[in-house]
């Protein structure tokens, strides 16, 4: 939680499960340091203290793979489904393109947009005060074709 992209994805997460019943948090403070095998040491835990696990959410797609390794390795990982976040085609893409994870999110970053947004402004047109990027579901249903796209 020492990175403003870690307080925002979690500040995210939260927004909306906070408002959802029957959900619990069972690792919601556990830093996997945005590394893989961190999240794995921290799903076996999770898995040898919990009986039902619904579904593991992991701040970047190495700690939800990590989370995915961690309950294949305990013959669990079909019991729950995995959600990454930044979709990266050569890990999250993929992984979701193997069935290993369930989902990812492409969590746009603001640099080509900024930059589109600054070009506006000095060819003095409107710019708006607020800018909201899209963000990007990758199931398996699109996620081949973003491999493809990327020359995967």
Do not use: C
């Not at 408002?19 to 619990?24: A, H, L």
């Not at 050569?90 to 070009?119: D, K, M, S």
């Not at 000095?122 to 699109?142: A, C, P, R, S």
């Amino acid at each position: 939680m020492g990175t403003q992209p870690a307080h925002d994805r979690h500040d995210g997460f939260h927004e909306f499960t906070d408002k959802e019943p029957g959900i619990k948090n069972l690792l919601d403070q556990q830093s996997g340091d945005w590394k893989q095998d961190q999240a794995y040491n921290i799903m076996a835990t999770a898995l040898r203290n919990n009986e039902k696990i619904d579904l593991v959410y992991g701040h970047n797609d190495p700690m939800a793979y990590g989370a995915y390794l961690a309950a294949k390795d305990a013959g669990r990982e079909k019991e729950m489904k995995f959600i990454g976040i930044d979709a990266l085609p050569g890990e999250g893409v993929t992984w979701v393109n193997n069935g290993e994870l369930t989902a990812t999110f492409l969590h746009a970053t603001p640099g080509a947009e900024g930059l589109r947004q600054a070009i506006k402004f000095l060819n003095g047109e409107k710019v708006e005060k607020t800018v909201t990027l899209d963000t990007m579901k990758v199931t398996k249903e699109n996620a081949g074709q973003i491999m493809k796209d990327n020359g995967l």
